[in-house]
């Protein structure tokens, strides 16, 4: 595709379901990046995929939170038993090689969670 | 640990004058320095960055950062900003040599570009 895409935009949960969050990055792109931001903050990293291999989980708040990109190309971010504190946009980013300053990262439009 | 203070949350400029966007970081090692530009229900857009070399930084839009290392700061300027610019602008850290790939980046600086 034309760019980062990310699915749904918005998300409202009740407190204590489940959610799933998609993102489509660049085609052909090996590096694949999840942040979250909350509100009037700075995004903050969650997780990083090389190719299908999770190589970095170290940002990740919690073991309710889980991601997976089986083939190495779309990326699911799960969060289990929402909590209020999960509110945030949670953004994807993708790059073509793996990760190196020197290659730009693009990012997608985020999803917006909100937790009730 | 890496860390990035962007002093202003908030700056507030006439269209047509210059503006600087603060930023400082804390590393125990060398990092790598971006500025990222994030438009209202867009995803971020990476203005420019250092990697080594010489120090003034040129990026898309007009703007340029310069990065002073015994200052550990990257601030973000602009001669003549345009209505167009108002966005929130992101300061960002990435570590030299290493396996770690991600961002540490601010908190944000809202530009507010007035008529």
């Known amino acids: 595709g034309a760019g980062v895409s990310q699915s749904p935009r918005y998300k409202v949960a009740k407190r204590g379901q489940d959610v799933a969050l998609r993102c489509d990055p660049i085609?052909?792109?090996?590096?694949l990046f999840w942040y979250q931001q909350a509100l009037g903050q700075g995004p903050e990293f969650l997780t990083y995929?090389?190719?299908?291999?999770?190589l970095d989980k170290s940002g990740l708040p919690s073991d309710r939170f889980f991601a997976e990109r089986p083939e190495g190309s779309v990326s699911t971010l799960k969060i289990q038993r929402t909590q209020q504190e999960d509110s945030a946009v949670y953004l994807c980013?993708?790059?073509w090689g793996t990760g190196r300053p020197t290659e730009g990262a693009f990012f997608g439009q985020g999803t917006r969670l909100t937790v009730v | 640990a890496q860390s990035v203070t962007q002093l202003d949350s908030q700056v507030p400029v006439f269209e047509e004058a210059p503006v600087e966007l603060r930023c400082n970081y804390s590393?125990?090692?060398?990092?790598?320095l971006f500025w990222y530009v994030q438009y209202p229900n867009q995803g971020l857009q990476l203005l420019l960055k250092?990697?080594?070399?010489?120090?003034l930084v040129k990026g898309i839009n007009g703007f340029e950062a310069e990065f002073n290392k015994s200052q550990t700061s990257f601030h973000l300027r602009k001669p003549s900003v345009h209505i167009s610019d108002t966005a929130e602008y992101f300061c960002?850290?990435?570590?030299?040599?290493?396996?770690?790939?991600?961002?540490?980046f601010g908190s944000g600086t809202r530009l507010q570009v007035q008529p």
């Open positions: 980013a993708s790059s």
């Open positions: 085609s052909g792109h090996v590096s």
């Open positions: 995929f090389q190719n299908e291999a999770q």
């Open positions: 590393s125990s090692v060398s990092v790598y």
């Open positions: 250092y990697l080594s070399g010489s120090t």
């Open positions: 960002a850290v990435k570590i030299m040599d290493t396996g770690r790939r991600a961002l540490t």
